[in-house]
C-alpha cells in the first residue's frame, strides 16, 4: 500500500506497518519529504520513483472484501492428477469386472430358473400325451370297437384339461369319432396316410410303435397346434400284432401350456421366448412373453417325442445391472478424487518440507546445504559450464543490527537479497551462508571479464541507499570468487578461494569483518 492512499487514516496504517514507530515531528517530515514516494511494507524507501501497482491503489474496503473472498469462499481442491488417473482406470477396471461377474452370476441364476420351467413344461406334456394311453386301454379291451357314446364319454372326461382342442379316433388312419365335433366336421373322414404332410409323422408312429408328435402347425379347424399321434396294436389269435389305428390328441398352444405358469418369468424380471424348429425349417416361436434384449440369451432344451424345443431366458433390462454400474462408477470416481487430494496435499507437505530444509526463511534464497549440493552437481556434470562462485559478506552489518536493531537488521538482508537477485538475474543460485554472509552460483561464457562484470552488477544495484526509519542507508558488501574449473573443482575448494578473495577485499576498502553473524 502507498502512504498517500492511507495518510488520512494514521491509525491504520500503524496497525498495518509495524515500521511507524517514529515520534509525530518525524512523521509530519517524512510526509513532506517523501509523499510521493513509495513505501515498502517492510520499511525499505526506495529513491527511484516507482508506479504504485494497483493492487495497492485499491481502497482498503476492497482489500477486506477480496480477503474475503480468499478465505470464506469454497475452494477447490486441487488433484493429484496421476492418481487421479489411476484411480478412475482401477474404477473401470473393477467396474468391467464386477459387471463381468454379475452377468456370469445373472446367467447362472436364469439357467437354473429355465431348468425348472423346462422340467414343468416336460411333465406337463407327458400328462397330456399319456392321455392317449386311456384311449388305447379302452380300444384294446374293445378289441378295436368302441361305440360313439362310449368314446364321447370318455373323451369329455380326458379334455377336461385346459388346452386340449380334440381327441380323435382314427382307426385305420381314417378320423371317424371326433370330441368336440363342432368345430372339428371338416376332419371326419380324412386319412392320415392320404394327407402328404401329415404321412410322414403317421409312418414314423407306426414303425416306432411310439407317440410321435407333429407340429406345432396349422390346423384344418384353424390356429396353431401340436398332434399327438399314439399307434394302437391289436394282438390277433396267433400272436401276432397287427396294427389298428391311432388315438390322436390335439393340443392348443400356447393355451395348453397355462399350467407351468411361464408368465410367472416376467415377474422374475425375465424376458422368454419357447421356440422349436417348425415344420419347413423355419424358428418358431411357440409361447412368448416381454421383449427378449439384445445379448445372447439363456437356452435351455426341453425333450418332447421326435422333438427338440428351445426355452431362452433373458433379463429384461438386459445382462448388465444398469443400477449397480453407475453406482460402482460414482463411488469410484468420488474415492479416486479423494485420493487425489490426499496424494496432492501429501506432495504438497513434502514440498514445502523440502522447501523448508533447502531455504533461508528470512530471505528465501537456498541455503549453505542446498548451494553445497548445486555446486557439487555442476562439478559432477560432464562437460560442466564455467561458473563463477560469488562469496559476499556484509559491512558494517553488525552496526546496523547495534544500533537499529534487530528488525532493521532483518530489513537489511531482505533488501540485500533482492538487489543481489536484481544484479545476477533470476538463472544464478543465490544463498544466504550465514547470518551477513552470501554466497552465488552464476554460469558464464568462461571469458576474462566474467567475473568482474558480475562485480560491477552488484556494485551497481548497491549504489543506491535503503531508507531504514527515515534515514537513508548505504547497503555495501565485501565480494570475493573463484572460477570453475580453474580455481578449484569442488565446493570446498571454490569457497576457500572465494573467502580469501574477499578477505582482501574487505582490507582494500578499509572495512572490519563483524565480529559476529546476527541471525534473523
Known sequence: CSFSDLSGNKDFFRCVCPAWRASPAAQQERRRNHRSRRLDPCGIWSHKKQKVSNHARRPATALFSSGFRKHCMPKVRPLHFPVFLTGVLLTIAFAVYAAWTSVGHRRTDALRTAEVYSARLETLLSGLFHKTDVLESVIIAG????????????ARSLADGAGIRAIQYLPDGVVTYCYPREGNEAVIGTSVFTNPKRRADALLAVNSRGIVLSGPYSLFQGGLGLVARNPIFLTKADGQEKFWGFAVLILDLPEALKPVFLDALRQEGYAYRLHCRGEHGDDLTIAQGGVMPSGRPVDYGIQVPN??????????????????????????????GLCAVVAHQRREKERLLRQT????????????????????????????????????????????????????GDTVLKEFARRLRSALGPLAALARVGGDEFAAVAVT?????????????????????????????????????????????NYETLMKTADARMYEDKRRNGTERAHGNAQA
Open 357 to 408: 530444509a533447502e531455504t533461508d526463511d528470512l530471505t528465501g534464497l537456498f541455503n549453505r546445504r542446498k548451494l553445497n549440493r548445486i555446486v557439487d552437481a555442476l562439478c559432477r556434470t560432464p562437460q560442466s559450464a564455467h561458473f563463477v562462485f560469488l562469496y559476499m559478506d556484509l559491512n558494517a552489518f553488525k552496526a546496523c543490527n547495534d544500533t537499529l536493531g534487530h528488525f532493521w
Open 307 to 336: 422333438h427338440a424345443w428351445t426355452l431362452s431366458l433373458a433379463p429384461e433390462g438386459g445382462w448388465i445391472d444398469t443400477k449397480e454400474l453407475p453406482l460402482h462408477l460414482g463411488l469410484g470416481f468420488v474415492i479416486s
Open 445 to 489: 561464457d568462461g571469458g576474462r571479464d566474467a567475473a568482474p562484470e558480475l562485480l560491477r552488477r552488484i556494485r551497481e544495484n548497491l549504489r543506491e541507499p535503503a531508507m531504514l526509519d527515515g534515514a537513508p542507508y548505504r547497503i555495501s558488501c565485501s565480494v570475493g570468487w573463484a572460477e570453475f574449473p580453474a580455481e578449484g573443482k
Open 143 to 154: 378289441h378295436g370297437h368302441i361305440p360313439k357314446t362310449v368314446f364321447e364319454d370318455l
